[in-house]
């Protein structure tokens, strides 16, 4: 980006389009609407658009009664492909994409405003609050460990997330917005347009008091393929397919440490139940274990109490063993692409 893009997006003025895509989400619109609507009313944003994937219950109309513009996609796309349709269409200068099943902080808007009073910004993005409704252990234990990551993270961010995240409008178009030929169902087109903006030279922020609740109850099955189908897999690929690996969220050089202190882990357990090592080795690296994730077993246990954070920390080994197989299936597959070109 050059000196004189960077001058008019100091002179153009911010207004805020915000677009939500959604597929029978009557239930999650409900509590994500009115917040959205209560801005648009106060000012704070021009617009928002539903985008409606061709829902087949009464989302639109839904979506309608409580204020939004609703605007079709033109078939079952998926929210990419959605959202894609909505920013062509948005009269705002910012994108503010947000999920259906995120219900965004009063002060959301005000927060992210200022995150784009760098002319060189041209996207930010927040995170999960520490407050997920759904009770269940697997949707506490998954917001909460995107609040952690999140909340901790570099400022100036290595990616864009959707969930919550907004981009100028002239940089999206510019760049295509999502890749639906790459990404042609849910998966990270978001971080992968969060690259191809940084490489264009613009600047991405990550603001961590741009907070919102997660709406979405995770259940094992669903949560195991999200993570590692739709998401570990498919990143590994996209960063060994840009010749490295990114030092930043759940994927920096501490994270991987850790993974790997979760492997030795298990075969050290394994090893001791054959009589092969003394059963001291296991307990050592266990140690090790929880002294390398004792920030996140303190957020656990001042959310939710001791016995959640206990339970928090082992399957959070479970996620690292799932994380650094995907990675290395990954891997695998690109040593043998190279081999056969």
């Known amino acids: 980006m050059n000196s004189q893009e960077h001058a008019t997006h100091s002179k153009t003025p911010l207004s805020i389009s915000v677009i939500m895509p959604v597929y029978n989400g009557i239930e999650f619109i409900r509590q994500s609407l009115p917040p959205l609507v209560t801005m648009r009313d106060r000012g704070e944003v021009l617009e928002v658009i539903?985008?409606?994937?061709?829902s087949s219950d009464d989302t639109p109309e839904v979506a309608r009664e409580l204020g939004a513009t609703v605007m079709p996609s033109g078939?079952?796309?998926?929210?990419?492909?959605?959202?894609?349709?909505?920013?062509?269409?948005?009269k705002g200068t910012i994108l503010w994409f947000i999920d259906a099943d995120v219900v965004v902080h009063e002060n959301?808007?005000?927060?992210?405003?200022?995150?784009?009073?760098?002319?060189?910004?041209?996207?930010?993005?927040?995170?999960?609050?520490?407050?997920?409704?759904?009770?269940?252990?697997?949707?506490?234990?998954?917001n909460l460990v995107h609040h952690y990551y999140h909340q901790r993270a570099k400022k100036q961010a290595s990616t864009f997330w959707s969930g919550c995240g907004a981009i100028r409008k002239e940089s999206f178009l510019e760049q295509g917005g999502f890749d639906i030929e790459m990404f042609n169902r849910p998966s990270i087109e978001d971080i992968e347009l969060g690259y191809?903006?940084?490489?264009?030279?613009?600047k991405l922020l990550l603001l961590t008091d741009l907070q919102c609740t997660h709406l979405k109850e995770w259940r094992f099955v669903n949560l195991i393929h999200t993570e590692v189908f739709c998401r570990a897999i498919p990143w590994?690929?996209?960063?060994?397919?840009?010749?490295?690996?990114?030092?930043d969220l759940n994927?920096?050089?501490?994270?991987?440490?850790?993974?790997?202190?979760?492997?030795?882990?298990?075969?050290?357990?394994?090893?001791?139940?054959?009589?092969?090592?003394?059963?001291?080795?296991?307990?050592?690296?266990?140690l090790a274990v929880v002294y390398a994730n004792w920030e996140l077993f303190k957020l656990f246990h001042q959310r939710k109490g001791f016995w959640f954070a206990l339970r928090g920390l082992v399957f959070h080994q479970t996620y690292y063993l799932y994380s650094a197989s995907a990675f290395a299936w990954a891997l695998l597959e690109n040593k043998l692409e190279k081999n056969v070109a």
């Open 50 to 54: 539903v985008v409606d994937d061709t």
């Open 108 to 142: 959301a808007a005000r927060v992210m405003r200022e995150g784009f009073d760098d002319p060189s910004v041209v996207g930010v993005f927040g995170s999960y609050d520490d407050k997920p409704p759904a009770q269940n252990f697997l949707s506490q234990y998954k």
């Open 236 to 247: 590994a690929r996209l960063m060994l397919r840009r010749g490295g690996l990114d030092n």
């Open 75 to 90: 078939g079952r796309l998926g929210p990419g492909a959605a959202r894609n349709v909505a920013a062509r269409e948005a």
């Open 251 to 286: 994927v920096g050089v501490n994270e991987r440490v850790k993974a790997l202190l979760a492997g030795v882990l298990v075969l050290t357990a394994l090893l001791s139940l054959g009589g092969v090592i003394s059963p001291v080795y296991p307990l050592l690296v266990a």
């Open 196 to 202: 191809r903006l940084i490489e264009a030279g613009g």
